[in-house]
């Protein structure tokens, strides 16, 4: 009678979910749809979900499953489940591909995904979405798991109806300038898809055109709160696009910005030389561990695992893994790698690395990946036995705003 007390007060009060069918009869269910950075998800009771562990009789107990997450910047998740309802089952579909579609026609890619969490009885799948048109009342998503027709959900806006502040925009080009540095952005251009957008610039440093010493990255938002380094609706009035703008090796460096190593020897194809070399620089910590010749190699963190020399005919890999213990790391490569762990590495462009050789010559290096804090780059054109010295370079980039009329 307790238990049965229990369950009639604590039972969710029905409700009718978005529901699509597949060709096979798979339901197609969305769950739930939070928005912000702290996201609460309960299906079934939450108070049994939490008492179920000290009661013997759990099978006659409705599934529970309560889950809060934490996301550290604003997303829309949208909590989706795949139901059989002859076997009465939960599925876990595999997902070729899910976008939110607004009401221009526009489609937006989702490619953030959470895993699959369940219960003896359910299981729920999560999307994080970061752009949406969030001035609609309602907007579609489409959903494609594999070997399965796409299907369509029609959303509910859970931050309609949005007040917003418009942007006035600037025609291009527009230049802004700092210090010594003037960068004109001169045109936005998407590609075919309109799933990736260039920005093309130019960069001049005391009036002298730079180009081949600068890169930049960039991010684009609008006055809704959409932010995406991807694209945005073009019907928006404005973009705000913000560039981050670096050197690239090419360029000259203050001494203050610059590590130099003297005396390193290219390892012969299939060796390793375990370095211990550490600095301080410009609020990174950086600790050069290996540098390899040409070959095949694998590290767990600082250990090498495997060595063999380069075989011609072979392709390159590179693939990089991190847990809580450990980084994994397996490459093949025909030119030497630079293993280094770095704290405080935010972004990519943060830390080059190239080669001086004794008649002044520079070898640009080609940076490979990282996870968690070691990373690996790769130098082009040396031999074994050539002497270098390194030069491990820190920089900090140049932040740039533009507002700017979207590229139709």
């Not at 798979?26 to 996201?39: D, P």
């Not at 949406?132 to 494609?144: G, V």
């Not at 799933?195 to 440093?205: G, L």
């Not at 990519?348 to 190239?354: G, Y």
Request: proline content about 7%; charged content about 20%; hydrophobic content about 35%.
């Amino acid at each position: 009678m307790v238990l049965v007390a229990i369950f009639i007060r604590s039972r969710p009060a029905a409700t009718s979910l978005p529901t699509a069918t597949l060709p096979d009869g798979t339901q197609i269910i969305v769950q739930a749809v939070t928005y912000g950075t702290n996201h609460n998800f309960v299906h079934g009771s939450e108070l049994l979900g939490k008492i179920q562990k000290y009661i013997p009789f759990t099978g006659w107990l409705p599934p529970a499953l309560a889950m809060v997450m934490s996301t550290g910047d604003e997303f829309l998740i949208i909590w989706h489940s795949a139901y059989n309802p002859r076997t009465r089952k939960y599925l876990a579909l595999q997902m070729d591909d899910f976008s939110v579609i607004d009401e221009h026609g526009c489609v937006f890619p989702v490619k953030h995904f959470g895993g699959n969490q369940s219960t003896p009885r359910f299981s729920v799948s999560s999307a994080y979405v970061r752009v949406f048109p969030r001035r609609q009342k309602k907007f579609a998503i489409r959903l494609k798991f594999s070997n399965h027709p796409p299907v369509d959900f029609e959303i509910a806006n859970p931050l309609h109806p949005l007040t917003v502040t418009e942007w006035d925009p600037e025609p291009l080009p527009r230049t802004r300038k700092t210090n010594n540095l003037a960068v004109t952005l001169t045109a936005l251009r998407p590609n075919a898809e309109r799933s990736y957008i260039s920005a093309d610039f130019n960069v001049h440093e005391d009036g002298v055109n730079r180009n081949q010493w600068y890169s930049l990255s960039r991010s684009f938002s609008d006055a809704t709160g959409n932010n995406t380094i991807h694209t945005l609706c073009p019907h928006e009035r404005a973009w705000k696009v913000e560039l981050e703008v670096f050197k690239t090796d090419k360029a000259p460096f203050p001494e203050s910005a610059i590590w130099h190593i003297p005396n390193m020897v290219v390892p012969a194809s299939g060796e390793v030389r375990t370095l211990t070399n550490q600095h301080q620089l410009a609020g990174l910590k950086i600790e050069l561990m290996a540098l390899c010749g040409s070959g095949d190699f694998s590290f767990s963190n600082d250990v090498c695992l495997l060595s063999a020399p380069w075989e011609k005919g072979t392709g390159e890999i590179s693939t990089i893994t991190s847990s809580r213990r450990d980084t994994q790391m397996h490459f093949r490569s025909e030119q030497p790698s630079l293993l280094v762990r770095v704290d405080g590495w935010l972004r990519t462009q943060e830390m080059l690395v190239r080669a001086r050789s004794s008649k002044g010559d520079l070898k640009s290096s080609r940076y490979r990946g990282r996870a968690d804090k070691i990373g690996r780059f790769q130098f082009e054109d040396t031999k074994p036995g050539d002497v270098y010295e390194l030069e491990i370079i820190s920089q900090q980039p140049v932040n740039l705003e533009f507002i700017v009329p979207p590229p139709l």
